[in-house]
């Protein structure tokens, strides 16, 4: 089954070789999709016969966003806390914990049924691939479930076993750390794709870090770590130095973390709906970008500090916020989030590529900047 999709009037592709910027611009295009692949981009005019046509009618198009950080498998509601915050309570990691006795209580149905219901959210928004960690069960057998059932939703499920110190080993952390490397490794790691650790004043330190993270890449799993949200840290350095596809929050960086990240390959994932939720200082995504650092945007959707499941408002707030031009937002978003989940199918619209995309109702990609909190996805094609 063949689909073009023509009458494009603004077409953001992510490929340079259109017409040698990032975002890789055609205007008056068309594509074909066949098979969920990109078989044909092009001029309009150009178009070849396809089995289904959509009309575009002259709106923009641009790659499905790809959303490199979320915690979609959750119970419980903390809006409480977040009424709190915004009277003047700070956000510390410990309001992690108030999610896991929900969450452990919750029914396979329940917690498959809230993150069928972000991702389908999500997805209206324009959000075509997703990734989903754990981390909010901290037992073995709850750990396992989450990415299981995660694993239903998506090829990206992240093993974050480590994402506080569980309240069941409060006064023992090191043999939680035992723990996280070796039962609950075993068990969560045949649904996982990903081990990520939260290396953070409250939650583990760069020792057990690097001991979680050399566990799960043994285990064959690819590392990814939330480094330097609540202070600076050695969270960025230990990313670089273990080859982390990506440090997620990037917050509070030093100089030499800057150079480090500049150095490597590892994607500096920044998450404005934390900053936001939380009241926080945002992370200097200029400063990130003019040192050549790669930098993807990502929702961090849950319970706690940021929960949006909008990639639109993100772009929106990190062009207000963190120093982004429109071009640079739209592009993290979409082809940065594919770097840091190291996949060149998704993110990019070019023949092989992965047929995800999403119609605006809107002439161009800037609307998303320029027309904040106004739903423009128009139609999601994936």
Known sequence: MSTLITNIGQLVTNDPAYDGTPLGIM???ALVVSDGEIEWIGPAAGAPHADELIDAEGRAAIPGFVDSHAHLMFGGDRA????????????TAGGIRTTVAATREATDDDLTARAQALTDEMRRQGTTTVEIKSGYGLTVDDEARALRLARELTPETTYLGAHVVSPDYADRPEEYVELVCGAMLAA???YSRWVDVFCEDGAFGEDASRTILRAGMDAGLLPRIHA??????????????????SADHCTHLSDADVDALASGDTVATLLPGAEFS???VYPDARRLLDAGVTVALASDCNPGSSYTSSLPFCIAVAVRDMKMTPAEAMWSATAGGAQALRRDDVGVLAPGKAGHLVILDAPSYIHLVYRPGVPLVHRVIA
């Open 27 to 29: 205007n008056d295009a």
């Open 278 to 280: 939380t009241r926080a």
């Open 228 to 245: 330097n949200q609540l202070g600076p840290g050695p969270g960025v350095q230990l990313a670089v130095e273990l080859g982390a596809a």
């Open 188 to 190: 969560c790691a045949p």
């Open 80 to 91: 409480e806390e977040f009424a709190a915050r915004m009277s003047g309570k700070p956000y």
